[in-house]
């Protein structure tokens, strides 16, 4: 068995509309669907991500429960694509699926990416620039 150096990320959060976010992430940001739940202890589940990479995304919502907005246009979620190219594609994917960039609160992130809004407010960077620590 292949032991990660890192353990897997799981960025959880609740939403209202389960069926609203699936083509956000999964069409426009090419994630796929790596596991769901229904009625679990009363929540149903969405998990989407990359099956080799070592974070995903996880929806879940609550019946009767009002999961509500992001609480500001400054919680991102930032993904940066080193490769002008890829990049490109990535941006065009999200327009093609009907997701319009907007503008990013912090005009750091309109220099070189492209902000999207989901459906429940939260924001994501597609980000034309390498990581460097």
Known sequence: MLVAP???????????????????YRDGLGFAVI????????FDG???GHP????HLEFTCQAGHDAGRAPSNEHLLVFYFPDAAEWRAA???????GFSPVAAH????????????????YRVVLQQASWNV
């Open 6 to 24: 890192f353990p897997t990320l799981r960025v959880a959060r609740p939403t209202n509309d389960l069926a609203a976010l699936l083509p956000f």
């Open 35 to 42: 596991g769901q739940f229904e009625n679990h202890a009363g």
């Open 46 to 48: 969405l998990m989407l």
């Open 52 to 55: 080799r990479a070592p974070y």
């Open 91 to 97: 941006v065009q994917r999200m327009q093609d699926c």
């Open 106 to 121: 912090n005009p750091y992130w309109d220099q070189h990416g492209r902000t999207f809004e989901d459906p429940d407010g």
